[in-house]
């Protein structure tokens, strides 16, 4: 016997298909921060974007920072080291959008 097998039962016949939807807004993917790529080691998030919190992560998913939004929408970059980063922004637990940000060499 494969243990890897896994047979499960369902209430629909198998030839149907299922459709979901989300009653969720759409997440801002890209174009959200300025200038991108990085030009004086800052970069901006347009008023219009609701959001408390960016998450910049590196290609291989590692945190390098976390900003706060409560005081400034400019996030200081001068400590993170040049290359391709995302960035998540959230408004409470909620991802409200996404970007690819890059800081090139200074």
């Not at 200038?35 to 960016?54: C, G, K, M, Q």
């Not at 080291?81 to 959008?97: M, S």
């Amino acid at each position: 016997a494969d243990d890897s097998l896994d047979l499960h039962f369902v209430s629909y016949p198998c030839d149907s298909i299922k459709l979901l939807t989300s009653t969720q807004e759409p997440v801002l993917q890209g174009g959200i921060f300025s200038p991108n790529p990085v030009l004086d080691n800052t970069v901006s998030l347009p008023e219009e974007v609701e959001a408390d919190r960016v998450v910049l992560t590196n290609t291989l998913g590692a945190v390098q920072k976390t900003y706060s939004l409560r005081t400034e929408r400019v996030l200081e970059l001068g400590d993170i080291a040049p290359g391709i980063y995302f960035a998540a922004v959230y408004l409470g637990p909620r991802l409200v959008g996404h970007d690819r940000l890059v800081i090139p060499r200074r």
